[in-house]
Every structure is written in C-alpha cells, then in structure tokens.
C-alpha cells in the first residue's frame, strides 16, 4: 500500500531516557511559562522557529514554588497535541501535597506527556531561600521521582549539579543525593547551567566512582549581555568562571562583542563536551530563539532560517 508522505508522520519516541541512551546526541531546548499575552506570543515564536531544528525533545520550566504550575502544565499539554516536539514537563516538590502532585502527574499524562524532570524545587524566596516541606508533601527529589513512576509508565529525568547543590556541604554530600535518586527509579539528568567542561566532566566522574551510570546531559546558556552573568550566578547558585568573566569584562563596553563571545564560547564548550561523550546538550533559551539557533548552528554546520 502507498504512503502519502504529506500526511504521514512517525510516530513520536515516548522516552527521553531511550532518546538519551542512543549513540547519537541529543539536541533540546528548555522553556519558561509566560507571564503575560505578550510573552507567549514571543514563546510560540520562538518555539515555531526552534521546531524546524527538529530537537531531540524540549522542556518546560517550573516556577520558583511551583507559581507556574498550570502555565507550566498548558504549555507542555500545547506542546505535545499542536507540535511535533516531544515535550517534557518538569515538576517540583514546593508547596504541593501529594494529591496535588498525581493531579499534575495525570493532566500531563492525559495529554500524552510521558517525560517529566522530577526536582524538589527552589522555594519562592530563591535558590539559597528556607526550604520548607509541605505538610502533605514529600521532602526529597528522590520521593518525587518515586512518586511519578508509581503513576505510570514515565520516562523521568532529575537535575544534576557540576559545581554541587548549594544546599550540600560537599561534592561528597551531593554525589549521594545524587545517586539516590538515581536508584529511585531515574532515568537520566540533566545539569545546572555551568560554563567549564571540566565541572561537568568532574561531577561525571564523581558519579561514576559511586558505581552509578546514569546519562548527563549537560545543560548550557550562551551569554549574551554582561547581566547574564550575574544572572547565571542567581539562578544556579554557583559562581561563574572568574577567568572566562575576565574576558567579558575586556569587551563590557561593547554589547556586540560581548554577544559574539558568548556565542563562540557556548559553541566551544558544547562542541568539547561532546568530543568527551555527553549525550547530549541541553539549551536554556530564555524563551528567545536566536542565540542558541547560532549556537547550533556552529556546532552542526547546519544552517536553519526563521519562517
């Protein structure tokens, strides 16, 4: 019988995990929930231009206390029935119940959204904030994680920190969290924004000594304005490089070269972690689709153009 290849698409891979574990790399994008009618008209345009890299999957941002949980759980639901992307939800463990929790769990899944990144979640007060436990919820990411395989058949990712978890008090501490949740039924990781390789290949390492094979996927934010820095800092908890903020200090006053350093250095570091094997690069994109279709651009060759 005749295909009519217009119509027909494959059908889409239901792991990220399977994804992460193929020979070949994976290429992602991480997005935001909007905020307000002019951010999502700039986030359907972003992922309308990042759609024709054809990535490997794209996920979906969780707002500090959970703030963004249904915005969260519209765009992922959006992404999976109006775009051939295959969407991952993340999830966080902050101000919900457990109820609260499988609710979220079983609106993505009647939408089709069987990948989630499972992390406990940074309270609304920020990254180095008191974290206080729901009195109906569950305390750690490795509960999490327990708690969406229990829900069915997930794919479930959790998040990995090259430099540590700024709640830690050492790379040991962190690597023993790390690998519980890892024996709790994870599948893959996903790190922190960081922006040395030799961070990422030490916190791989460190895990692999722990007799734990769990697939990173290094997560990466190309600077493209000296307040990304400072930015970086906040949002990961860990200090940027104070080498590679020398350099940007050199070009400060010029926003164009600052930009063009951030491009070159993102596609650098993406193209050394993955001559040491990552599976994968993962994109903040800050809902923007420009600086990191360059980034992909110098690192495959490929030439890709807005519609």
Request: hydrophobic share 40%.
């Amino acid at each position: 019988m005749a295909v009519n290849n217009a119509s027909f698409r494959p059908a889409r891979p239901a792991s990220i995990g399977d994804l992460i574990r193929h020979p070949d790399p994976t290429f992602s994008f991480e997005f935001f929930p909007p905020r307000n009618a002019e951010g999502e008209q700039v986030l359907w345009q972003t992922i309308r231009e990042l759609e024709q890299l054809r990535p490997s999957f794209v996920s979906v941002t969780y707002g500090a206390g959970g703030t963004t949980r249904d915005l969260t759980v519209e765009v992922t639901e959006r992404l999976a029935t109006e775009t051939t992307m295959l969407p991952m939800a993340h999830l966080t463990a902050v101000d919900h119940s457990v109820r609260e929790l499988r609710h979220v769990v079983g609106r993505l899944a009647s939408a089709g959204v069987r990948n989630i990144l499972a992390v406990r979640g940074d309270p609304k007060s920020g990254v180095n904030g008191e974290w206080i436990k729901h009195p109906e919820g569950v305390l750690y990411a490795e509960d999490l994680v327990r708690l969406v395989k229990e829900s069915g058949d997930f794919s479930v990712g959790v998040a990995a920190f090259p430099y540590k978890h700024p709640r830690s008090r050492d790379v040991e501490e962190d690597t023993k969290f790390f690998v519980r949740k890892m024996k709790a039924g994870a599948d893959f990781a996903i790190t922190q924004m960081f922006f040395d390789a030799d961070d990422y290949l030490r916190l791989r390492d460190r895990v692999a000594a722990a007799g734990c094979e769990a697939p990173i996927v290094p997560c990466i934010m190309p600077v493209v304005a000296m307040g990304t820095i400072a930015r970086s800092a906040e949002l990961s908890g860990a200090p940027f490089p104070p080498a590679l903020a020398a350099e940007f200090e050199k070009v400060a006053a010029d926003p164009a070269a600052v930009r063009r350093l951030g491009i070159d250095q993102a596609g650098e570091l993406c193209q050394k972690l993955l001559r040491e094997g990552a599976p994968g690069i993962h994109f903040i994109t800050f809902n923007r689709s420009t600086a990191t279709r360059e980034v992909w651009q110098n690192i495959t060759g490929v030439r890709a153009h807005a519609a």
